[in-house]
């Protein structure tokens, strides 16, 4: 079965995905635009006849163009897949959202006021991480946590900011460190799936040492 949530309001679109998910008594994958093209293949396939019911999250893939394909594809499997499937796009173009909506048993929509303003606090961890300021870094990354975001969505907003301090770099020094965090932060779900790590925990472990 396929759920699908949208919207600008990222902090309550996550909140309610994740109370779903937490209803859902089954071995839980998350996906996000940074997971590998394999994970993901694996992520979208049938657990088989005899395999333990499975809970997939696909969180904000269209952000990675070699990924998003893969998803669409899989779309009419998804609907009618015995795991259960959760889907979350922040901006879906009209085509995207279409698509997802006439796949998905539910549908739900979380959209930020016009007239407000979004607040996307889990950029601030960027300022922070830019900032070499370790302390801002981690109380931050708690109080993230604490509003129900993800790791595996932190994770993947801190891979956007390095790769943004890469392409922003004034001089070889920032340069180089920017290509170090990419390069620590690319492997950081690897190594904390082959270390039996929870991803909270080693990504806790990267701002505290590698910062």
């Not at 759920?3 to 071995?27: C, H, I, P, R």
């Not at 509003?147 to 004034?170: C, D, S, T, Y």
């Amino acid at each position: 079965m396929l759920t699908v949530f949208l919207g600008t309001d990222t902090k309550k679109a996550l909140a309610a995905l994740n109370a779903e998910v937490e209803k859902k008594k089954a071995s839980i994958i998350r996906l996000t635009d940074t997971s590998s093209v394999a994970d993901v293949e694996a992520g979208l396939s049938g657990g088989g006849m005899f395999a333990q019911k499975r809970t997939v999250v696909l969180d904000r893939i269209s952000d990675n163009e070699a990924l998003w394909p893969l998803v669409v594809e899989k779309l009419p499997f998804l609907a009618e897949s015995s795991d259960d499937f959760f889907i979350y796009e922040e901006k879906p173009l009209v085509a995207e959202k279409r698509i997802l909506e006439k796949h998905a048993a539910d549908s739900r929509s979380f959209d930020l006021p016009k007239s407000g303003k979004e607040r996307p606090s889990v950029f601030s961890l960027v300022n922070h991480m830019r900032a070499g300021d370790k302390k801002k870094l981690w109380v931050g990354y708690q109080q993230e946590l604490a509003q129900g975001n993800a790791p595996e969505a932190i994770h993947g907003v801190l891979f956007w900011g390095v790769k943004q301090m890469l392409l922003a770099a004034r001089s070889p020094e920032d340069g180089e460190q920017a290509k170090k965090f990419i390069i620590e932060l690319t492997e950081l779900p690897h190594e904390s799936r082959r270390g039996g790590e929870e991803l909270e925990y080693a990504l806790e472990r990267f701002i505290l040492t590698a910062v």
